[in-house]
């Protein structure tokens, strides 16, 4: 039954290059039976417990290769599993990614949704030892609005992320993000107080090609690892265009 299953969610029937399929109930239950009982509350809040199955695949698809990773459980996913369980992918955006990229990613997520059901697992886990609501409510505070509710509540699913060298030469990769937008407007006002807190001179503006393109430099502080000195400021500019990042 878990095998038949497996196959059915994750393999083409077939065309296959490998196909990796794992019997993962007794190997938890294994583990968690020489588990402290706090780690075995943490598991079962999660959703690890209920996880019965892993199967893994790849083929081919077109001129590319797809790869599915499937994973089984005893009724219904909860937890970590179930927010690891999105829709299908079938994003528009990655027409914007540059022909030279050496990475790319698409991630459909509700960041909403997810941070509000990661602190919510966090709560369970914590319980009165839980701090995460009173640092939200400081970052609230200073940037005057919601981050979660502004801020990623007015992104949609469908982000791309992609990174290339410059055309120009340069061992620093260009970063670039593409995100649908479901109120573009309130994206505006969010993400331009999030950027006053860190920006050196604000939010700067200028025009390109009919389009508006925003202007920040970003100051992070604390990152000796990364360069020398205490801080490093990284340019990041952005525009909108038809309800897109």
């Known amino acids: 039954g878990r095998f038949r299953r497996a196959i059915d969610k994750s393999s083409p029937r077939g065309k296959e290059v490998y196909f990796l399929y794992a019997n993962a109930a007794p190997f938890i239950d294994k583990a968690l039976g020489k588990a402290k009982e706090h ?14 199955s892993l199967a ?8 590319n290769f797809k790869g599915s990773f499937f994973v089984g459980t005893k009724g219904e996913k909860k937890g970590l599993v179930k927010l690891l369980s999105p829709q299908p992918i079938a994003s528009k955006n990655l027409k914007y990614v540059p022909t030279n990229a050496f990475f790319c990613a698409m991630v459909n997520v509700d960041g909403k949704a997810t941070v509000n059901a990661l602190l919510d697992l966090a709560r369970q886990a914590e319980g009165k030892n839980f701090k995460g609501d009173r640092e939200l409510a400081k970052l ?8 979660v509710d502004d801020f990623l509540g007015s992104i949609g699913n469908d982000v791309v992320l992609s990174a290339a060298f410059p055309e120009a030469g340069g061992l620093m990769p260009e970063v670039l993000a ?12 969010s993400f331009a107080a999030i950027v006053e807190q860190t920006s050196l001179r604000g939010v700067q503006q200028t025009l390109y090609g009919g389009s508006t393109i925003k202007v920040a430099n970003i100051v992070l502080d604390d990152v000796g690892y990364l360069v020398s000195g205490k801080s490093a400021v990284f340019p990041l500019s952005y525009f909108i265009r038809d309800n897109t990042l």
């Open 39 to 52: 780690d075995r509350r943490m598991a079962e809040i999660l959703g690890f417990t209920a996880v019965d």
């Open 56 to 63: 893994l695949s790849l083929a081919p698809n077109g001129e």
């Open 140 to 147: 609230d505070e200073k940037i005057g609005l919601s981050f």
């Open 178 to 189: 593409i995100a649908a937008l479901n109120d573009p407007a309130k994206f505006e006002r």
